[in-house]
């Protein structure tokens, strides 16, 4: 199939939804002849890649700049303004060249309210997987700062007035086929669109070694916890800090590791003081990405009480080396983690309180139950191999194949 993917961040230096275009782009190279349009911001990492790396299979590269007014383009990265100009440049600069194309992929940024304009190309259309539509429930937000209440708030809102926003509606019901992270942000396109949408994992895990190992527990050994990623509110950490200090008024020999930094950082160190808990949750803040990989074999579990999370790299970066995870039921996260490599807390009428100790209660579990923790281990692995990034790519493009093209084989 000769395909167009359209990745604004494309980038094999960087994670989030860069890491996302670059990884799809190495996937579908390897079986279909690729065209990849990215933003020249990302030429010079490509280049070195492919200087260090000879021989691995890569799809071709387009790379379109945008006019950033005298401003280096890294400021403007996540620009929403500039996003949709670069997006129209590119549709422009494709339209153009007049190439022949039997699909087109738009990936990244994969956010229902942002829109792609490839679907103008007149060529079969696949937008995602997109996320964007995932809200978190206003009860589980009293603990943090006003400020933090608020954007959560505006961010409710205007996922409602999407509805009525030309350019989602352009974009989304453009497309033949749109592919979801979330039942959340299915339920949030327009009708048209919401007909021809599924919901499909944006991430995969990477290869894990034949011969990885899953972790031994022990009775009575301490527990190190462990979480990663950006330290804003709706990722929850609050709620871990709190089911902590229930774990160790337990009598349970447990420490929170917390990678990541954030505006949320100060409060969340002030809170971890108000609950007795301080000098058994570490902060190390931002940390580069090959020291963050090689941190995850050192802990025993891994938590990630996220209120919205479309995905979750980290989730699958914790299970490729053995680390069972506890996560709740909002968001993507709960498509990856299921009864065989962790745990899922409930939140449906739940209050934080109730939440916190539902959440304590499953890493409870866990830490008193070694053999149960090893099991679980092993499930990691196993998951984390069913969730590579050929299954999860390949599953997509069967389902692209069979909607879209299998009825014009028919005919």
Known sequence: MKL????????????????????????????????????????????????????????????????????????????????????????????????????????????YRFPSFMGLLGKPFVKGPIGGGERSPVRLFPRVPLKAFLFEAVRTLLIQLSRLDPLVWLSNCSADLVLCKTDETKSILPPPARKRAIVAAEIGAAPVPDDAQAKTYTPGKPVKLFFAGRLISCKGVNFAIQALRLLRERGMSVTLTVA????????????????????????????????????????????????????????????????????LDLGGPRYFV?????????TTGASETQVVTALAHALGELIQNPALANE?????????????????????????????????RDR
Not at 55 to 79: C, E, K, M, Q
């Open 376 to 408: 679980l281990s092993q499930g990691a692995i196993a998951r984390s191999r069913e969730l590579s990034w050929e299954n999860q790519i390949g599953k997509v493009y069967s389902i692209i194949e069979e909607k879209l093209f299998s009825e014009k």
């Open 4 to 111: 167009l993917l359209s990745t604004f961040a494309c980038t094999p230096l960087w994670g989030s939804e860069p890491g996302v275009g670059w990884r799809w782009a190495l996937e579908l190279a390897k079986k279909h002849d690729v065209t990849v349009v990215t933003h020249d911001y990302f030429e010079q990492h490509i280049v070195d890649f492919v200087q260090r790396n000879p021989d691995v299979t890569l799809p071709r590269f387009i790379y379109v700049a945008r006019s950033a007014f005298g401003i280096h383009p890294h400021r403007l990265l996540n620009s929403r303004i500039y996003y949709v100009l670069w997006q129209w440049q590119a549709y422009r600069h494709i339209k153009a060249r007049g190439e022949a194309f039997d699909l087109v992929h738009h990936l990244t940024w994969g956010t």
């Open 260 to 327: 990541g930094d954030g505006e949320m950082r100060a409060s969340l160190e002030n809170l971890a003081r108000q609950e007795g808990v301080h000098e058994h949750v570490h902060f190390l803040g931002s940390l580069p990405r090959a020291e963050l990989l090689n941190l995850y074999p050192e802990m025993d579990f891994f938590v990630f009480p996220s209120l919205h999370d479309s995905s979750g790299n980290v989730i699958l970066e914790s299970m490729s080396v053995g680390l069972p995870v506890v996560c």
């Open 338 to 346: 299921n009864d065989s490599c962790g745990r899922v807390v409930a």
